[in-house]
């Protein structure tokens, strides 16, 4: 038996001593449960010692904390009373991970041990990453300077209740006047009494914290294309604000909140073949995929790249009126300038180490127009490739452009030259700032924009309409569908249909691609649905946060259901070609994610979120005069104030930074998806502490309950009629009759149960689609009539009864429908034929079962059966499913909610017209067939499309391998 490693804090068995270490690094209960045991066993500040005397800071040394068995120190968190691991995500900081004797290398314990990885490392040879010397951190050199001056650890703030303060006036978004008017009231003066007594002085102590990189000025003078009196050509003198950015890059590097930073390139494999060689290569963060390795093989030993990801974007600064603009460009870098460099700098990284770094421009985010602008391109071709013109709307391959022959024929145009290429290849006259930089190729830095060329442009501006077109009764039919559409709480729902909106953003975007397919079903041509089934796919695969070899292939077979499928738009008059460039910019992303990884790292949704908090805020907050300035001190200022929070966190065992949004902008709408809020319950009970058990196994479904019921004592006669549970009691006895629990009272119309509004379930993490667990929140609510109160007219509410996927046989052995692992194709070949052990029910009432009438240890459900799973419709490539009847009822049952799987969306079969009276509060009722919907999120999408899909693929290619066998084999007789 093979030897395992078991986890102090959980059930988990660990292959390795370092997968333990990661596994309780990376799971949120177990680190808390090791925080816990840290603090009963480890060094820390007492409340005296924060407190007391400014001379002795050092608090004693008492315990060693959990040593492992090879005897490093590898949980006691703190080095002079102090912890040496950064803040985390969470509330609790991650445990400490030593620091390395030797020179450290990727492993594949960094991954989440969800299942098997296999990893390559770099070539050892080459020694990347490698550590020149020891040295400390930003935040240890801090708090020695703190205690060689005698200083509290909140210094320059008298004590953490004064610092607390600081820290929200400052992200209050309160002006300058206001902060001074608010620490002048005498309640504040003579009650809180803070060191600061009016806003000079408390920005005095803001700016006395520790900044980042120095901001600069560099005007220049423009010229217009206007003249004066004179004839001469009208001047204007600009700034430019601007931080230099190898000391940003030194300041990314050496954060401590940052240490989870990788120094070298791997490959990361889901499987090895016979001979051991890794097969079906994954690809996640940037280093794991090719950019890096490639590069790194160019650089001298002990080299460390550092990978430079820049993102710019002109944005608006006024609201409603006014024209102030701001052109802020974002530098990250990958492993979490003018001044170039082929020789590398020594700098200090976040784990302590020195390292000879060498800083790469490897990615640049931008929206189209701005690509052109920066590679030198015109804005109708391709950033990247050399695409014909009149052949953009096919998925054919084009040269790559030459970064080297595009330097050449720039600079042959700029002497006035005309080479001919400066026409053929579409370019424009630029002195393109990248033209020195080593090891740069900026057309392989622009990435993928799903913001603007997917959700924006390919699906709102192009499939919407001309499916839309194409399907009949055009505008009336569609909103109504819409309109009609089955409600979910991760789901928007367009109450005017969509033909009326003018403008829309990608937020809505994503709500429609979520229901579009379904609403197009049966109205259109068939090959219109393949088309906008391959677009909704691509899409969906794009999102994804973790491919391999596998999905990557999916990704492309999706791309080409489009192009097979397309020219149906033509046969309907619709579109006279495509040659669109953003959809053949599409054809790119397969490329960029095996080369600089995953497609979500580069989206300009952060960018245009940036925008909001670091530009839109900041001009707030000035007085319109010299804005740009006044910015740039603002935003150094919030940044101090953020990183000396972190160092709070990092040095002060205990103290935890509460995230802290920026307040002034309220009213700006986030690019990302957010659902609408549900209506406030008026029962205090309704589902409150909702909380899921931290040391919950995620192999199988998770669920929490309110601590209190909504309804703490409803007769099964109510629960009959109001909950729409008409064989309440049949069912219940039936239950107790399967189970063999013995009732020593029958339950009667008149007796009483405690009833739930809602049920939280916990998806799993799984890697492809998010990094965090999931909640489900099941609702079974009943409607309320209109009511006439003191306060006006209480309009009725409608009954809430989701629909969940709901597990009725074992799964197979070692796995779960829900498990991190991936689905074995075994469940994927059940779930095409009906008969993966999963089927989709309404929930009635969730409750628990009485004691009176016998003991059951979980809530159980009251559920509405609907029709196991047949075959997907085959342009759809989604299940249908109705209501299931026995005896000309609806077949109905009692499970324990311990059965159920996860929330489900159904789209109603809308036939070639919606029925008038169709509503979306009661569609449920009123339909009598539907199909499961895949896109609803990406959780689903990968379950119910891209799993099964994948068998579908796999099973071709293993029939053709059978038959080439035969065939070879009929050749030779």
């Known amino acids: 038996m093979p030897v395992t490693f078991p986890c102090e804090y959980c059930s988990a068995r660990l292959p390795t001593e370092q997968g333990k270490r990661s596994h309780i690094r990376q799971s949120q209960a177990c680190a808390q449960k090791h925080a816990r045991s840290i603090a009963t066993v480890s060094s820390s500040w007492s409340s005296d010692e924060l407190e007391g005397s400014d001379n002795d800071l050092e608090p004693p040394l008492s315990g060693t904390g959990f040593t492992t068995p090879d005897d490093t120190d590898f949980g006691n968190g703190f080095e002079d009373g102090v912890s040496a691991d950064p803040p985390s995500d969470t509330a609790v900081p991650s445990p400490e991970i030593p620091r390395p004797t030797k020179r450290p290398r990727a492993i594949v314990e960094e991954i989440p041990d969800e299942d098997e990885r296999w990893t390559q490392d770099f070539p050892e040879e080459f020694q990347a990453g490698a550590v020149l010397e020891e040295c400390k951190t930003q935040f240890e050199k801090l708090r020695q300077e703190q205690k060689d001056r005698g200083e509290k650890p909140w210094h320059p703030f008298e004590s953490e209740d004064e610092w607390e303060l600081a820290r929200w006036l400052m992200n209050s978004g309160s002006s300058q006047s206001r902060t001074d008017d608010y620490l002048k009231l005498k309640v504040v003066r003579e009650g809180i009494n803070p060191s600061f007594h009016n806003n000079r002085a408390f920005l005095q102590r803001i700016d006395s914290l520790p900044d980042g990189p120095r901001w600069r000025c560099h005007p220049f003078t423009l010229k217009g294309d206007e003249v004066d009196a004179d004839g001469k050509a009208k001047t204007e003198t600009v700034e430019m604000w601007y931080r230099n950015p190898l000391e940003c890059i030194r300041e990314l590097l050496g954060n401590p909140s940052f240490t989870k930073q990788c120094y070298e390139p791997s490959r990361i494999f889901k499987a090895q073949d016979e001979n051991g060689e890794g097969i079906n290569r994954e690809y996640n963060e940037m280093w794991t995929a090719d950019w890096w390795w490639n590069i790194q093989e160019l650089l001298p030993k002990g080299a460390t790249v550092c990978p430079i990801i820049i993102s710019s974007d002109k944005t608006q600064l006024t609201r409603f009126s006014g024209d102030q603009q701001a052109w802020p460009v974002y530098l990250t870098i990958g492993n979490i300038d003018k001044e170039t460099r082929k020789d590398g700098v020594r700098m200090d990284c976040a784990d302590g180490f020195v390292r000879m770094m060498y800083p790469i421009l490897a990615a640049y985010i931008a929206d189209y127009p701005e690509q052109c602008l920066i590679v030198g391109c015109r804005e109708n071709s391709c950033p990247r490739c050399l695409v014909d013109p009149q052949n953009r709307g096919d998925p054919q391959n084009s040269p790559l452009r030459d970064p080297v022959e595009t330097l050449r024929i720039l600079t042959e145009q700029s002497k006035n030259l005309r080479p001919p290429e400066f026409i053929s290849q579409n370019l424009r006259e630029i002195k393109p700032f990248w033209a020195n930089f080593p090891y740069c190729d900026i057309f392989s830095c622009m990435t993928p924009d799903m913001l603007h060329e997917i959700h924006n442009r390919a699906f709102g501006d192009h499939i919407v309409s001309w499916s839309s077109a194409a399907m009949d009764g055009v505008g009336p039919e569609i909103d109504r569908r819409f309109r009609a559409m089955t409600p979910h709480p991760s789901l928007r729902h367009f109450k005017k249909g969509i033909t009326l909106t003018s403008q829309w953003t990608g937020n809505e975007h994503k709500n429609m691609e979520k229901v579009y397919l379904g609403v197009l079903a049966n109205a259109t041509d068939p090959r219109v649905q393949l088309a906008v089934r391959g677009l909704l796919d691509f899409t969906y695969y ?96 919030q940044e101090s104030v953020h990183k000396f929070g972190t160092y709070l966190q990092w040095a002060v065992p205990g103290y935890i930074v509460e995230p802290a949004a920026i307040d002034g902008l309220d009213d700006e709408v986030p690019e990302t998806p957010l659902p609408e809020p549900e209506p406030p319950a008026d029962d205090p009970d309704d589902e409150e502490d909702l909380d899921i058990p931290p040391n919950a196994p995620l192999s199988t479904p998770v669920y929490a309950i309110a601590k209190k019921p909504g309804f703490p004592a409803l007769t099964a006669a109510s629960i009959s009629t109001d909950f729409h549970a008409p064989e309440f009691l049949n069912k219940l006895a039936a239950f107790l009759d399967s189970k063999s629990i013995p009732s020593p009272i029958e339950p009667s119309a008149t007796s009483t149960f405690a009833v739930y509004k809602r049920l939280s379930l916990t998806l799993p993490a799984l890697s492809e689609v998010t990094s965090h667990i999931v909640l489900d929140k099941i609702r079974a609510v009943k409607g309320e009539p209109m009511q006439l109160t003191s306060k006006g007219v209480k309009p009725a509410k409608p009954g809430q009864f989701d629909t969940v996927l709901v597990r009725t046989a074992p799964p197979v052995e070692g796995e779960s429908p829900i498990s991190g692992k991936p689905y074995s194709f075994a469940q994927c070949s059940l779930l095409t034929s009906g008969h993966i052990g999963l089927r ?8 628990h079962l009485p004691e009176q009438y016998g003991t059951y240890p979980d809530p159980l459900a009251y559920v509405d059966w609907f029709k196991p799973f047949t075959q997907p419709v085959a342009n759809l490539g989604m299940h249908h499913v109705s209501l299931s009847s026995r005896n000309h009822r609806q077949h109905s049952e009692i499970i324990p909610v311990t059965d159920f799987v996860r929330l489900c969306h159904l789209i109603p079969v809308f036939g070639h017209s919606v029925d008038p009276t169709w509503t979306s509060e009661h569609v449920l009722d009123q339909c009598i067939s539907f199909y499961l919907n895949p896109y609803l999120r990406h959780h689903d999408f990968y379950f119910l499309r891209y799993l099964v899909d994948l068998l579908i693929s796999k099973k071709a290619a293993e029939e053709r391998r059978v038959r080439r066998k035969l065939m070879g084999r009929a050749g030779r007789h």
């Open 840 to 847: 989709v029910a309404r929930v009635r009432v969730i409750f």
């Open 542 to 637: 794009a999102h994804f946060e973790t491919h391999c070899d596998e999905s990557l292939t999916q990704m492309d077979a999706a791309w080409e259901v489009f192009h097979a499928n397309k020219a149906v738009f033509k046969e309907l008059e619709i579109r006279d070609d495509f040659n669109i460039i953003k959809i053949h910019k599409l054809k790119h992303y397969t490329d960029a994610i095996r080369s600089h990884g995953t497609a979500d790292g580069y989206n300009t949704e952060n960018t245009e979120r940036l925008h909001i908090d670091l530009a839109k805020v900041a001009y707030k907050a000035t007085n319109r005069k010299s804005y740009t300035r006044q910015m740039t001190v603002w935003l150094g200022r």
